[in-house]
């Protein structure tokens, strides 16, 4: 068999796409124009994708391949990076077979015979410290605890056996007040189930609650909301089909003429407690955040009026139709069981939806996107600024980098621990296109349009980042964030 690595010549892996496969170390990089702020002392954390090997199949899609942990160290007024990748049995099986063994997105039947039951996490989309341990999360496996200084694997993270699903989202919420992380599992006893499972963590890493309950269909949730006293769940009609897969098809499918169903619940509730709602046939990926005001439960989201996934065909044969993200609000109505939505922002596609993690589930004020710059080009989506919404004005300020460059999704920092909400500062990672490589910027949160406080050179490219989160020295001292 001809091993030989040497990767098919597709636009995917072209550009600034091109695998990068390089884990790299750069001490005190360079600060190229401002200053950076002494009050930030901590580790950011990202986590991406990027090919071990070639791939086994030609139609292989973004958001697969191994993962790679990111690091960057910011500590009186000095940045220094670190990425590593995470080493979990996939890799390892690959790592000795000098190729890659696993097929199709997720699709098991596409594997090479020998990984036949073996691991096909791919350990590529967030990255949260909470209980002391760093967890790297792909939805469609356990976590992978790596080293919080030196990104070293040190193995699957199963919560002592107390998460029984074959699975944990990448998308947990951590409530900072309560010190708790809330995680889910969906398709949670295997590909094709309709089981559903939800957990809480405590702030020692402790499983304290545990729900089961039936999904609709078989579908991707890939991201949820929690308030202070609910959780939201969104199921969008991307669906997963067992005949598909042995027949060696894609994991999901989408169908167009199924509806959305969605899942509120108490934060400690049971399956008997759960509220359901029926929707049009939309999609989302990202949630923002979710508030309960009385009887009504607010979820903000980045919703699209059909299938976000290009890569994910219509069941029925029907050609992908594009539908730009919309930063959107569904209110779901205890008492009288009445579902409504309303674009919040119709003027600008928006995407990453982060916020002051500090109001995670609380009233807040802003929301910080991925979003299109307002000198761009009419009836273009490009989404490649930072923006700052407003829910009180209901305005949106951005900054862009400049062009040939991109962003990828801003991470918010308190200037302080008591510091009022969106006083602080947005950190983000740039694709400088033409020259390959990334820069950091540092960003004041509440004056985006002037510009980086910070912008830090990188001598590498982070070729791509989905998730990451924000993790203060104190914090990782203590384990505790408040």
Known sequence: MNDTVRFPDIPLYQGWGAPHRLESEAIDMEVIAGEIPRELSGTLYRCGPDRQYP?????????????????????????????RWVRNERFLLQQRAHRSLFGRYRNRYTNDPSVAGKGMGTANTNIVWHGRRLLVLKEDSLPIEVHPETLATLGEWNFAGKVHSVSITAHPKLDLKRNELLMFSYQARGDCTRDFAYYIADA?????????????????????????????????????????????????????????????????????????FRGPTVSAG????????????????????????????????????????????????????????????????????????????????????????????????????????????????????????GVQEPV?????????????????????????????????????????????RMPTRVRSTFHGMWVPSATLTSGLYS
Not at 56 to 82: K, P, V
Request: glycine fraction near 8%; charge should be negative; hydrophobic fraction near 40%.
């Open 204 to 276: 020692s890493g402790a499983i304290v609650h545990e729900t089961w309950f039936e999904m609709p269909y078989p579908g991707m949730v890939h991201d949820f909301a929690v308030s202070e006293s609910h959780i939201v769940v969104p199921f969008f009609p991307l669906i997963t089909d067992m005949t598909v897969l042995k027949a060696g098809g894609p994991f999901y499918r989408w169908y167009p003429a199924e509806h959305s169903y969605y899942a509120v619940l108490p934060r400690r509730g049971s399956h008997a407690d759960v509220r359901w």
């Open 412 to 456: 918010f920092v308190p200037r302080a621990p008591d510091a009022a909400e969106g006083d602080g500062y947005l950190l983000v990672l740039v694709n400088r296109l033409r020259e390959m490589r990334s820069d950091l910027a540092i960003l004041d949160a509440s004056r985006l349009e002037q510009g980086p406080v910070a912008l830090v």
């Open 286 to 405: 990202h949630m923002m955040n979710a508030v309960t005001a009385g009887n009504e439960v607010h979820l903000d989201l980045c919703l699209y009026q059909g299938n976000c996934f290009d890569f994910f065909p219509s069941a029925d044969g029907s050609p992908f139709k594009p539908a730009p993200p919309l930063l959107t609000r569904l209110t779901f109505n205890l008492a009288t069981e009445a579902m409504s939505s309303r674009v919040l922002l119709p003027a600008s596609p928006a995407e990453m939806p982060k916020l002051d993690d500090r109001y995670m589930g609380r009233p807040y004020r802003y929301g910080y996107v991925i979003c299109r710059p307002p000198d761009a080009r009419t009836g273009t989506v490009g989404m490649s600024a930072i923006g700052r919404y407003d829910h009180e004005s209901g305005t949106l300020t951005s900054w862009s980098p400049g062009d040939d460059s």
């Open 55 to 83: 791939p086994r199949t030609q139609d292989d899609i973004f958001i697969d391949g191994e993962g790679m942990a990111h690091l960057f160290r910011i500590d009186s007024g000095h940045i220094d990076y670190c990425c």
